[in-house]
């Protein structure tokens, strides 16, 4: 038969709780923080290669920023998709940014799919 003491878990105090869970908190927390920083890291680099200037689109599109405004106007390419404006509110002089990717995306579909003027 076991005897009372037998029974009792082994005791431990409240302050080493304590110390135990904030220091797991605090490994989480530095988890979490680096994960978020890999995070950030990555979604500036995906979209400040994927937005870009003028000059610079119409480079790796292999046409003239000219060529980019005229594009700009047609029904093909769409506001907050394949170009925006990074003018601040209520600027006359608008000043564009183009996606890459996305306006590749619309000159390559056969000249029957694209939209008329």
């Known amino acids: 038969m076991m005897t009372k003491d037998e029974h009792k878990p082994p005791t431990?105090?409240?302050?080493?709780?304590?110390?135990?869970?904030?220091?797991?908190?605090?490994?989480?927390?530095?988890?979490?923080?680096?994960?978020?920083?890999?995070?950030?890291?990555?979604l500036e680099e995906k979209y400040s290669e994927r937005w870009m200037t003028p000059d610079l689109a119409a480079?790796?599109?292999?046409?003239?920023?000219?060529?980019?405004?005229y594009w700009r106007e047609s029904p093909e390419f769409e506001h907050g998709?394949?170009?925006?404006?990074?003018?601040?509110?209520?600027?006359?002089?608008?000043?564009?940014?183009?996606n890459v990717p996305q306006c590749r995306q619309a000159l390559a579909k056969p000249p029957e799919k694209h939209k008329a003027f």
């Open 12 to 42: 431990v105090s409240l302050d080493e709780l304590d110390r135990e869970a904030i220091a797991a908190l605090t490994a989480a927390a530095n988890q979490l923080s680096q994960a978020l920083a890999l995070l950030t890291k990555q």
């Open 59 to 69: 480079r790796e599109l292999g046409v003239t920023a000219k060529v980019l405004d």
């Open 81 to 98: 998709i394949h170009y925006r404006s990074i003018a601040k509110p209520r600027a006359v002089i608008q000043r564009w940014q183009y």
